[in-house]
């Protein structure tokens, strides 16, 4: 039987929190195919609005250790910045990701992500998807910064 595992992951940015909420949270279904095909190939909404209850499905790149992932999201505050979803996945019985972004002082943000999961092969995959995730949370901050009105 497998063993329930987390890990904590914080990254800076000097995005403000509703700009990189936005691009990373609500829209990265839409952005992480264009910004990062080796992390997300391809995205669509299966069910819902995009709120809590939505299930979106997506085709991983060559550098994700899944080739499919179906996320549901669980919790949603947009005016908190705070998400909470429940992933499915190759070898992964169980995985939550909860992401909490806050202000800095320069005005930036940081983003917490904590990761719950359970499976057989699930430490070394979830510790590759949190390489994954800290790649796109920075190619999204470039994207945000070069493209102000983005």
């Keep these: 039987m497998a063993s329930t595992n987390s890990?904590?992951?914080?990254?800076?940015?000097?995005?403000?929190?509703?700009?990189?909420?936005?691009?990373?949270?609500?829209?990265?279904?839409?952005l992480a195919p264009k910004l990062a095909p080796h992390i997300i190939d391809n995205a669509h909404h299966v069910e819902g609005d995009g709120g809590v209850g939505s299930i979106r499905h997506y085709n991983c790149g060559s550098s994700v250790p899944f080739n499919v992932v179906k996320k549901k999201i669980?919790?949603?505050?947009?005016?908190?910045?705070?998400?909470?979803y429940t992933i499915e996945c190759d070898s992964i019985e169980m995985a939550t990701w909860n992401i909490k972004i806050k202000p800095t002082a320069n005005g930036g943000c940081v983003a917490k992500v904590e990761c719950t999961y359970k499976g057989a092969n699930g430490k070394d995959m979830m510790l590759k998807a949190k390489d994954s995730g800290t790649d796109m949370f920075k190619t999204v901050e470039a994207y945000l910064i070069a493209n102000p009105d983005a």
Excluded: N
């Design 74 to 84: 669980d919790f949603l505050d947009v005016d908190k910045c705070e998400c909470k």
């Design 7 to 30: 890990w904590i992951h914080e990254s800076k940015s000097e995005v403000a929190v509703p700009r990189m909420f936005r691009a990373c949270v609500m829209d990265c279904h839409t």
